[in-house]
């Protein structure tokens, strides 16, 4: 009579598969969230850099059409404008400044407590005031919290002056609030009238 000889049959019991699979679930649990992370760190820093950059380029034009125009004046009624063209004068501490452009425009920038906005506003060549919409320079990613406008040696004393008129623009805010992670700012720069204001 032949002897059978039982044979071991290879292969995985249930507790064995249970266990690889509830390890691999983990893995991949923790992968997900891994790369969760990563993709929300990475939309904030794309936020905060659209935001800076949008800050940069409106801070940049208005400094390029400052520094190539003249008569700067500034006031404390930033509804009304800045008033006459020719009516120069230094400020210490002004929400809005109005110069004439080197296109001869009545350009007018402030600061809207209203919107937290940088705005400008510009006439028509050789008018004096402005009295146009203002338009926005900065996007919805950036809120201003406080401008300020220091205008000095605006007004030339005599026809020998040579003191250049000089602005001098401190920013304050926060960027990138669209999506709950504002970075706060604080920026100054000064601009000096590029041609002789006499």
């Known amino acids: 009579m032949k002897q059978f000889q039982k044979q071991k049959k290879k292969g995985f019991t249930l507790i ?36 800076m950059d949008a800050l940069s380029f409106g801070i940049e034009s208005m400094t390029r059409e400052i520094r190539v125009g003249s008569s700067y004046n500034c006031t404390a009624d930033p509804s009304k404008g800045p ?8 400020c210490a501490n002004g929400r809005t ?20 906005e940088l705005q400008r506003c510009k006439s028509d060549p ?3 005031t402005c009295g146009g919409p203002f338009v926005p320079m900065t996007g919805p990613t950036v809120s201003i919290d406080d401008l300020d406008f220091h205008v000095i040696g605006s007004p030339p004393t005599t026809a020998a002056d040579e003191e250049q008129p000089l602005v001098v623009i401190t920013i304050r805010g926060t960027a990138g609030a669209e999506i709950g992670d504002a970075k706060t700012f604080s920026l100054q720069t000064s601009i000096t009238q590029r041609f002789p204001d006499f």
Do not use: C
């Not at 893995?27 to 935001?51: H, I, P």
């Not at 008033?83 to 230094?90: A, C, I, L, R, S």
């Open 16 to 51: 064995e598969l249970m266990v690889a699979m509830g390890l691999f679930a983990f893995v991949l649990v923790a992968a997900v969230t891994a790369m969760m992370a990563v993709l929300d760190a990475n939309q904030r820093a794309q936020s905060s850099v659209r935001a």
């Open 83 to 90: 008033g006459p063209v020719y009516n120069t004068n230094d």
């Open 97 to 116: 400044l109005g110069l004439i452009s080197s296109d001869n425009e009545y350009i007018v920038y402030r600061y809207d407590a209203g919107t937290n």
């Open 126 to 128: 050789g008018v004096g």
